[in-house]
C-alpha cells in the first residue's frame, strides 16, 4: 500500500513520500496563481479554481488568499463564499454542502499528528475527512479540525475552534465550540401543543373581560364642549379710544398708548 492509498484511508502515513510531496507543490503552484491575478480577471480565476478543486458548484467564489494542500480532496457545493485567508488542509476530504459563507482567516484542518511523541518524531500523521452541511455560515478565524461532522442550519461564531461535531439547527461558539442556542428555524418545526393545553389557556384569555367591572365612559352629550352661544358673557368689556395729534412726537417714533 503507497503512502497516499495509507492516506486515504485515515491509517498513519508519510507526508515526506515523494508523490505526495509531488502532489502538494501542483497544488500550491495552482495557489499562487491564483492569489496573483487581479481582482477583476473572474475567468482565469474561475479557471484555476476548476483544475484545482475535485468538484464545485454553480456561483462558487473564494477571494485571494486562498491555500490548499491537494485539492483533488475538496467538493464544493452551490453558492459558495470564501473570504480572503481561506486555508484548506485537504489531506482527507473536505466537503461543504450549498449555501456555505466562509468568514476570512478560517482554517479546515484534516491533518493530526498522534498523540504518542514517539510515533509523531517519525514523521507519520493522519488524515480524518471534514464534512460541512447545507446553509451553514462560519464567522471571522474559525478553525476547524480534523474529522468534523457539522449539520445543516448552523451559524460558528467568530473565533471558534470546532473539536466535536455540531448538531444541525444550532448556534454554537467558544473554544472548544460548543451549540449555544437552538435556531428560530428549529423552534418554528416544534410539535404543536396538545388540545388540551389549548383549552386550559383559553378561560385565561377571557378571564379579564369577566373581571371588568369598572363604570361605564361618560357618554358624548356630557365630554362635548359648550357651544359658543351658550356660553356666559364674561361681563362688559370697556375700550377706551384717544385721538393722537402728532403719532411721531415721542422720543421713540411710535405713540405712547400707556397714559
Given at each position: 500500500?503507497?503512502?497516499?492509498?495509507?492516506?486515504?484511508?485515515?491509517?498513519?502515513?508519510?507526508?515526506?513520500?515523494?508523490?505526495?510531496?509531488?502532489?502538494?507543490?501542483?497544488?500550491?503552484?495552482?495557489?499562487?496563481?491564483?492569489?496573483?491575478?487581479?481582482?477583476?480577471?473572474?475567468?482565469?480565476?474561475?479557471?484555476?479554481?476548476?483544475?484545482?478543486v475535485a468538484l464545485k458548484g454553480e456561483n462558487v467564489?473564494?477571494?485571494?488568499?486562498?491555500?490548499?494542500?491537494?485539492?483533488?480532496?475538496?467538493?464544493?457545493?452551490?453558492?459558495?463564499?470564501?473570504?480572503?485567508?481561506?486555508?484548506?488542509?485537504?489531506?482527507?476530504?473536505?466537503?461543504?454542502?450549498?449555501?456555505?459563507?466562509?468568514?476570512?482567516?478560517?482554517?479546515?484542518?484534516?491533518?493530526?499528528?498522534?498523540?504518542?511523541?514517539?510515533?509523531?518524531?517519525?514523521?507519520?500523521?493522519?488524515?480524518?475527512?471534514?464534512?460541512?452541511?447545507?446553509?451553514?455560515?462560519?464567522?471571522s478565524s474559525v478553525t476547524v479540525a480534523a474529522g468534523?461532522?457539522?449539520?445543516?442550519?448552523?451559524?460558528?461564531?467568530?473565533?471558534?475552534?470546532?473539536?466535536?461535531?455540531?448538531?444541525?439547527?444550532?448556534?454554537?461558539?467558544?473554544?472548544?465550540?460548543?451549540?449555544?442556542?437552538?435556531?428560530?428555524?428549529?423552534?418554528?418545526?416544534?410539535?404543536?401543543?396538545?388540545?388540551?393545553?389549548?383549552?386550559?389557556?383559553?378561560?385565561?384569555?377571557?378571564?379579564?373581560?369577566?373581571?371588568?367591572?369598572?363604570?361605564?365612559?361618560?357618554?358624548?352629550?356630557?365630554?362635548?364642549?359648550?357651544?359658543?352661544?351658550?356660553?356666559?358673557?364674561?361681563?362688559?368689556?370697556?375700550?377706551?379710544?384717544?385721538?393722537?395729534?402728532?403719532?411721531?412726537?415721542?422720543?421713540?417714533?411710535?405713540?405712547?398708548?400707556?397714559?
Open positions: 500500500m503507497t503512502e497516499k492509498e495509507k492516506q486515504q484511508a485515515g491509517e498513519l502515513y508519510d507526508a515526506s513520500d515523494r508523490e505526495l510531496f509531488t502532489e502538494r507543490v501542483k497544488a500550491r503552484k495552482l495557489c499562487g496563481e491564483f492569489n496573483a491575478l487581479e481582482y477583476n480577471d473572474f475567468q482565469k480565476r474561475e479557471r484555476i479554481i476548476d483544475r484545482t467564489t473564494i477571494e485571494a488568499g486562498f491555500l490548499c494542500n491537494y485539492g483533488y480532496n475538496i467538493v464544493i457545493g452551490n453558492n459558495f463564499h470564501a473570504d480572503v485567508n481561506c486555508i484548506l488542509i485537504d489531506n482527507a476530504e473536505i466537503t461543504f454542502g450549498d449555501n456555505v459563507y466562509v468568514g476570512p482567516n478560517c482554517c479546515f484542518c484534516t491533518a493530526e499528528r498522534p498523540l504518542d511523541s514517539v510515533t509523531r518524531n517519525t514523521g507519520l500523521e493522519r488524515a480524518k475527512p471534514i464534512k460541512v452541511g447545507n446553509n451553514v455560515c462560519f464567522g468534523i461532522t457539522i449539520g445543516n442550519n448552523v451559524v460558528i461564531a467568530a473565533g471558534s475552534v470546532v473539536t466535536k461535531d455540531i448538531p444541525s439547527d444550532c448556534i454554537a461558539a467558544g473554544n472548544p465550540c460548543l451549540p449555544t442556542k437552538i435556531t428560530e428555524r428549529s423552534a418554528h418545526h416544534e410539535a404543536p401543543k396538545k388540545p388540551e393545553e389549548k383549552q386550559a389557556a383559553q378561560p385565561a384569555q377571557t378571564a379579564p373581560a369577566a373581571q371588568n367591572t369598572k363604570a361605564t365612559p361618560p357618554s358624548m352629550e356630557e365630554i362635548r364642549p359648550v357651544s359658543p352661544e351658550n356660553r356666559k358673557p364674561a361681563g362688559p368689556r370697556h375700550l377706551e379710544v384717544r385721538r393722537v395729534e402728532n403719532p411721531n412726537n415721542g422720543s421713540s417714533g411710535f405713540p405712547d398708548r400707556r397714559k
